[in-house]
């Protein structure tokens, strides 16, 4: 098993431009996160889905938005990055939305 | 919103020495996890408690679910070189009517060094 997996690695965007952020995990996980990770920040929730066909806000979710694909896969799409959202983006599951968490290696994203 | 008070921020010890960090809050919750980072890496979860009052050990690595549920800690005994990383305690909020969601807080981070 992969476990959580997300593409890309590493990307680096100019301000105004798009990207979507993939992640797809592979432990059959109802719920599903995405974090970003800022130094002295610890991690913080950008927006979850507690099952397939719901999305919900976490606590930094504006210039941000998801989609849950199917129960693998949930993207996170910067329509118009901007500087302050370089950032390490971390995708998570769990069984479910009260269960332990996973994570997978990280999207390191720098805006200029 | 609710806030994880994680301490001390950073550790460097000589390898062979015991270490100590907690995690307090003034909220309650109802699991409270330990992560482990490495340099490039997502965290990986070290260890789970559920109950409170609860002693769970993985390996040299022992954790306390508080008694009053608004903390934790985490001791890693005999430390080794490969220990060296950011630690993370994370506490699960109870759902209730007033919509809460059971989701993960974070504290910001025990950075350990240790010297071979």
């Known amino acids: 098993n992969a476990g959580v997996t997300q593409t890309p690695k590493f990307q680096v965007l100019k301000t105004g431009q798009s990207m979507t952020l993939q992640c797809a995990q592979d432990?059959?996980?109802?719920?599903m996160y995405w974090y970003r990770q800022d130094p002295g920040m610890g991690l913080r929730l950008i927006y979850y889905s507690a099952s397939e066909g719901t999305t919900d806000k976490g606590e930094v979710p504006n210039g941000y938005n998801v989609s849950r694909l199917n129960k693998r896969e949930f993207s996170l799409r910067l329509e118009s990055a901007a500087p302050s959202q370089t950032s390490v983006y971390f995708c998570a599951s769990s069984e479910r939305v009260t269960g332990e968490q996973y994570f997978g290696p990280g999207t390191r994203l720098t805006v200029t | 919103g609710q806030q994880l008070n994680q301490s001390p921020q950073s550790m460097f010890i000589q390898e062979g020495e015991d270490v100590s960090m907690n995690c307090t809050s003034s909220s309650i919750f109802n699991t409270w996890l330990w992560y482990k980072q490495d340099p490039g890496e997502g965290p990986v979860l070290l260890i789970a408690?559920?109950?409170?009052?609860e002693l769970t050990s993985n390996g040299r690595l022992t954790a306390q679910f508080g008694i009053t549920r608004k903390d934790s800690f985490l001791n890693i005994s005999a430390s080794i070189p490969s220990d060296v990383g950011i630690y993370f305690c994370?506490?699960?909020?109870?759902?209730?009517?007033?919509?809460?969601?059971?989701?993960?807080?974070f504290g910001q981070g025990t950075t350990l060094q240790v010297k071979p």
């Open positions: 994370a506490g699960q909020l109870p759902r209730n009517g007033s919509g809460n969601t059971g989701k993960l807080i």
């Open positions: 432990m059959n996980h109802n719920s």
């Open positions: 408690l559920y109950k409170a009052g």
